[in-house]
T-cell receptor, first 113, second 114 residues
């Protein structure tokens, strides 16, 4: 089945700098890769996603890139702000058509003012 | 407002007792999921249901049980057979159980065994 690895586990940046979180997946048939942001004591919320037929997607300060050949995808946050501080999860969606997501281990991002 | 409601937010249980976590959604979603979150391990799938009266085991189903008698509701029972039940439990739903469908999460229930 699908396995998703996420790095780094913690990331600290200065406000205004960029942050990059990377994930790799094992199932070459996976076709959907969402990113979730989880604030303390809350459930995760989708911030951006990408399908396997697209190499890059942007939404304001957030972008996601996908390399199908290497089976890895990355989240890029530019001009980071203190409110970006949270735990970020990547996920892979296998080809089994069940809707279930396999999550990475999470990255705790701290943006220092 | 549409959304997913989990209750209670905090739950304490004595060892050897079963406890049921509630999850209700008014999004008219067909699929529902239960995840367990432990520090440093991400979210792991316990059970999922693609349609009413049907559900499947996820990766860590041992010691848990679910039912899906109504489209809106997907309660999770943590039984005494679960060896390490203290965790943060998240319920989610999606429009369908197919590909490319966004999962919407509840606020979670933190279960502590005392």
């Amino acid at each position: 089945g699908e396995n998703v690895e996420q790095h780094p586990s913690t990331l600290s940046v200065q406000e205004g700098d960029s942050a990059v979180i990377k994930c790799t997946y094992s199932d070459s048939a996976s076709n959907y890769f969402p990113w979730y942001k989880q604030e303390l004591g809350k459930g995760p919320q989708l911030i951006i996603d990408i399908r396997s037929n697209v190499g890059e997607k942007k939404d304001q300060r957030i972008a996601v890139t996908l390399n199908k050949t290497a089976k890895h995808f990355s989240l890029h946050i530019t001009e980071t702000q203190p409110e970006d501080s949270a735990v970020y999860f990547c996920a892979g969606h296998g080809s089994s058509n069940t809707g279930k997501l396999i999550f990475g281990q999470g990255t705790t991002l701290q943006v220092k003012p | 407002d549409g959304g997913i409601t989990q209750s209670p937010k905090y739950l304490f249980r004595k060892e050897g007792q079963n406890v049921t976590l509630s999850c209700e959604q008014n999004l008219n979603h067909d699929a529902m999921y239960w995840y367990r979150q432990d520090p440093g391990q991400g979210l792991r799938l316990i059970y999922y249901s693609q349609i009413v009266n049907d559900f499947q085991k996820g990766d860590i189903a041992e010691g848990y049980s679910v039912s899906r008698e109504k489209k809106e509701s997907f309660p999770l029972t943590v039984t005494s057979a679960q060896k390490n039940p203290t965790a943060f439990y998240l319920c989610a739903s999606s429009i369908t159980g197919g590909s490319y469908t966004e999962a919407f999460f509840g606020q979670g229930t933190r279960l502590t065994v005392v």
